[in-house]
C-alpha cells in the first residue's frame, strides 16, 4: 500500500510570484485536504477536495486554490505569495465512508517565501 | 479562538514511566478526536482516535480517555520508550459535511522528550 507522497520536499519562491505544490493520495482514498502548519503551530485546515471539487474550506483567501484529479491526487496553487505564506503545507487522504476521521498526511512540502 | 487547546507546549518523562499528554476543546459539535505524532521533517502520523460517544479507546501503549462533560481528553502512553519522543497533536474532527469526511481542527501541540 502506496502512503501520501508530495512534490516537492522545499521550495524557494519570492513575494508576488505563484506556487503549486503537488499530492498523491494512499491507495484506495478518495478525499484530499490540504493544510498550512506555521512555525510552532498545528496544522491549519485550507480546503478539503472530495469527487475533484471543492468540499469545505477555513479560513484561506482566494489566492489559496486546488485540484483535484480523477486519480484522486491534488494541487494546491498559491498566487501573488506573500512573506506569511511560509510554511509547512501538508496533504492529508481519506476515505470516505469509514467515518472514523482519520486522515493520512505525507511529509510536507516547505515553501519559504522571500 | 481556539476550538482545540493543548496547554502544555513540552512534557519530560522517563523511560517506562506513564506520559499523560492532555487536550481541551470548546465545541461540542466534534465527532471525533484523534491523536497524531509528528518527528521533525516528517508528516503527522496517526496513532489513535475516539469516537465523541466513547469514553476510552485503547491500542497498545496508547489510550485516549474523554471526558465530555469537562470537554477534555487524554493520551496515555504506557510504558513511555525514547521512541515516542516527539510532538504530539490533539485533533477534533468537525461532524462529515457534504457527503464527504469533515476537516480536522489541530491543537497547537505538546513536545514529549522521554529520557533513557
Known amino acids: 500500500e502506496t502512503g501520501v507522497t508530495q512534490s516537492p520536499t522545499h521550495l524557494i519562491k519570492t513575494r508576488g510570484q505563484q506556487v503549486t505544490l503537488r499530492c498523491s493520495s494512499q491507495?484506495?482514498?478518495?478525499?484530499v485536504s490540504w493544510y498550512q502548519q506555521a512555525l510552532g503551530q498545528g496544522p491549519q485546515f485550507i480546503f478539503q477536495?472530495?469527487?475533484?471539487?471543492?468540499?469545505g474550506r477555513g479560513n484561506f483567501p482566494p489566492r489559496f486554490s486546488g485540484l483535484q484529479f480523477p486519480n484522486y491526487s491534488s494541487e494546491l496553487n498559491v498566487n501573488a505569495l506573500e512573506l506569511d505564506d511560509s510554511a509547512l503545507y501538508l496533504c492529508?487522504?481519506?476515505?470516505?465512508?469509514?467515518?472514523?476521521?482519520?486522515?493520512?498526511f505525507g511529509p510536507g512540502t516547505r515553501l519559504t517565501v522571500t | 479562538d481556539q476550538q482545540v487547546k493543548q496547554n502544555s507546549p513540552s512534557l519530560s518523562v522517563q523511560e517506562g514511566r506513564i506520559s499523560i499528554l492532555n487536550c481541551d476543546y470548546t465545541?461540542?459539535?466534534?465527532?471525533?478526536f484523534l491523536w497524531y505524532k509528528k518527528y521533525p521533517a516528517e508528516g503527522p502520523t496517526f496513532l489513535i482516535s475516539?469516537?465523541?460517544?466513547?469514553d476510552k479507546n485503547e491500542d497498545g501503549r496508547f489510550t485516549v480517555f474523554l471526558n465530555k462533560s469537562a470537554k477534555h481528553l487524554s493520551l496515555h502512553i504506557v510504558p513511555s520508550q525514547p521512541g515516542d519522543s516527539a510532538v504530539y497533536f490533539c485533533?477534533?474532527?468537525?461532524?462529515?459535511?457534504?457527503?464527504?469526511?469533515?476537516?480536522?481542527?489541530f491543537g497547537k501541540g505538546t513536545k514529549l522528550s522521554v529520557k533513557p
Open positions: 475516539i469516537s465523541s460517544i466513547k
Open positions: 491507495s484506495g482514498h478518495n478525499t
Open positions: 477536495y472530495y469527487r475533484e471539487e471543492e468540499n
Open positions: 465545541n461540542s459539535m466534534f465527532d471525533y
Open positions: 492529508a487522504s481519506s476515505f470516505s465512508g469509514t467515518g472514523k476521521g482519520e486522515q493520512y
Open positions: 485533533a477534533a474532527r468537525q461532524a462529515d459535511y457534504g457527503g464527504s469526511q469533515g476537516n480536522l481542527i
